[in-house]
């Protein structure tokens, strides 16, 4: 099972790098006089499993 220290594939690597991309262009840059919150939907981790890319044959944790 892949752990927080291990790096993750190539694909993952890609989609993290374009990800962290928009969300510099999309958020503001954090002020002394504003508060930045962020919320994620909790049924987005419904199907996580112990492997970083999951295949019609794995099961949920």
Not at 11 to 37: E, G, M, R, W, Y
Not at 39 to 47: E, Q, Y
């Amino acid at each position: 099972m892949p752990t927080v220290n291990e790096t993750p594939p190539p694909a993952v690597q890609n989609d993290l790098s374009s990800l962290n991309t928009a969300l510099d262009t999309s958020i503001p840059t954090k002020q002394d006089n504003n508060l930045l919150i962020a919320t994620w939907n909790i049924r987005s981790f419904a199907s996580l499993t112990g492997k970083w890319t999951a295949t019609g044959n794995d099961t949920v944790c």
